[in-house]
């Protein structure tokens, strides 16, 4: 091969590997879905919202049906309302609770969504009223180390296995001789 067709060669995978990694990046990012489906916007008030970010995936049944656009505290609750955009092909009852969930064990956060029974479906700008907050594995530590520590020390355990029998033929002990 001459110098041209190795350079060329060194060129092509050159521009392969910063393609790959645009598109890991974007993908870490979450940002590779530049799509802008029709959807319809719902709203959920929430205590915590732990590591929630925008563009978190919206989940129903583990199927992806939204984003999250949109997170903004509540100057009067004082709570997290965030504002997600659902997929037109996807209704939810009224009564439809929204969970802020993560996957596995410091995987990505997102929004899972249970529907009820209700039959009324929930309209674009409505609220989601019923709502669980993220659960944060540093205040279940604390409230578990405390709850220990006020109850005090544990109390002794006292051993109450029965004495072990004597072997056949060993002689009974007397009260009060000692040898």
């Known amino acids: 091969m001459n ?57 129903a049944a583990g199927v992806v049906v939204g984003r999250v656009e949109r997170i903004r505290l509540d100057p009067q609750s004082y709570q997290a309302v965030v504002t997600m955009r659902v997929d037109q092909g996807y209704q939810f009852t009224k009564d439809t609770i929204a969970s802020i969930l993560t996957s596995g064990l410091l995987g990505e ?36 180390m405390f709850d220990k520590a006020a109850a005090g020390p544990a109390p002794p355990v006292v051993s109450e296995t029965p004495a072990s029998p004597k072997p056949a033929g060993a002689p009974a002990a007397v009260a009060g001789s000692s040898k």
Do not use: C
Request: proline share 2%; aromatic share 8%.
């Open 3 to 59: 110098r041209s067709t190795i350079d060329l060669w060194v060129g092509i995978f050159v521009v392969i590997g910063i393609g790959a990694l645009a598109f890991l990046s974007l993908k870490v990012g979450n940002l590779t879905s530049v799509r802008n489906a029709p959807g319809y916007h719902l709203e959920a008030a929430f205590d915590n919202i732990g590591g929630l970010k925008q563009r978190a995936p919206v989940k």
């Open 109 to 144: 956060v997102y929004i899972g969504l249970d529907s009820g029974g209700d039959t009324q479906m929930l309209a674009d700008g409505a609220r989601i009223g019923k709502t669980q907050s993220a659960v944060v594995l540093e205040k279940l530590i604390g409230q578990f």
